[in-house]
């Protein structure tokens, strides 16, 4: 996975805006069934995050609809990578640095987020087949 924000900068702290340029890309985004590692590299400026979340049959990435604070539900969330350098959940994957989660999937659609306030609706999600 790759995680970044374009455009910016080191200089540019605090809550990203609604409409920065942000990705999230998976390769590949199709993966067989059974105990995957998901990667995340952030090489972007600001901090994020990697949440796998299962998407409901004939959903598509990306409508989900954030709430007040820039977030979407992680209800039902299935693992997180958010812990610069190592695996698991922690305060975020900062500039230049990966983790990882290592998880159990099942045949089925998922969807790849990072849920920093805006960065989902600013464009940090990604749809995971697993056959």
């Known amino acids: 996975m790759t995680l970044a924000d374009m455009g910016m900068t080191q200089m540019m702290g605090g809550t990203a805006p609604r409409g ?19 990667v995340a590299s952030n090489v972007g400026w600001r901090t ?7 998407l409901a049959a004939g959903a598509t990435a990306g409508l989900r609809v954030p709430g007040g604070d820039g977030k979407v539900s992680e209800t039902g969330s ?5 812990n610069s350098c190592t ?12 983790s ?9 659609h998922y ?17 995971l ?3």
């Open 87 to 98: 695996n698991g959940t922690g305060a975020g994957i900062t500039a230049g640095t990966v």
């Open 20 to 38: 920065a340029l942000m990705m999230l890309h998976a390769t590949p985004d199709i993966v067989a069934a059974g105990q995957i590692t998901l």
């Open 129 to 131: 087949d697993v056959i």
């Open 48 to 54: 994020h995050e990697l949440v796998i979340l299962p």
């Open 100 to 108: 990882w989660v290592t998880i159990t999937l099942p045949p089925g």
């Open 78 to 82: 299935l693992g997180e990578a958010s």
């Open 111 to 127: 969807e790849l987020i990072c849920n920093f306030p805006n960065h989902y609706a600013d464009g940090m999600h990604q749809e």
